[in-house]
Each structure stands twice: as C-alpha cells, then as structure tokens.
C-alpha cells in the first residue's frame, strides 16, 4: 500500500506565501510524476503542476511565475512553494502521485487534501 501525507496548508493573508509538503511512503519501488491539484468549493478539481522523475515539470498557466514545485527524490518528498497568493487561491489542495509499487503494480494515489485560504 503507498500512502501520502501532505502538510503546510493554513490561512494567509493575499500577497503572503505557503509551502504546502507532501511525502509518499509504503511499497514504492520506483516514482513516476508527483504533482498537486485543487478544488475551490463549486469547483472541478484542476491541475495546478506536477514533476517528473526526470525532473520535468508543468504549471497551469494561472500560477505561473508564483508557484514552484520541487522534489526531493530521497525523501519521496514533493513540495509547492506559493507566493502572491490570491483569494482566488483558495481551496484544498491536493497531492497526487503515480509509482511503481510491490509486485511491479502501477498505483495512482491522492492525498486527503490539505485546505489554502486566502483572505484579510
């Protein structure tokens, strides 16, 4: 079983910055792309950017140039680093990842989300 726990969401105020962790641990042979995406109430959950193992990565074009992410490939460790948050950023935020497990099994697995508010 491959489990992720995120960590780092909380209220801020706009224009203020979070870093949001997320660690994949349990049968993990090998990890493919670690990513983040959220969902504002009302709202589809959408992509907000993910990394490739070979250290790729893609941004939704409504956090570009305020949202980094990263890896730590020892760790199993994916992190987003936000910055001039806006209202409009506000939701949970969710990890996503995909990995080789046990048993050469190929796994998609979520986060339990970890909720961004925006707001004075």
């Known amino acids: 079983q491959v489990q992720l726990v995120e960590s780092g969401g909380g209220l801020v105020q706009p224009g203020g910055s979070l870093r949001l962790s997320c660690a994949a641990s349990?049968?993990?042979?090998?990890?493919?792309?670690m990513g983040w995406y959220r969902q504002a109430p009302g709202k589809e959950r959408e992509l907000v950017a993910f990394r490739t193992s070979g250290g790729s990565t893609n941004y939704a074009d409504f956090v570009k140039g305020r949202f980094t992410i990263s890896r730590d490939n020892a760790k199993n460790t994916v992190y987003l680093q936000m910055n001039s948050l806006k209202p409009e950023d506000t939701a949970v935020y969710y990890c996503?990842?995909?990995?080789?497990?046990?048993?050469?099994?190929?796994?998609?697995?979520w986060g339990q989300g970890t909720l961004v508010t925006v707001s004075s």
């Open positions: 349990g049968s993990i042979l090998s990890i493919n792309t």
């Open positions: 996503y990842t995909n990995v080789v497990a046990g048993g050469y099994r190929y796994l998609e697995v």
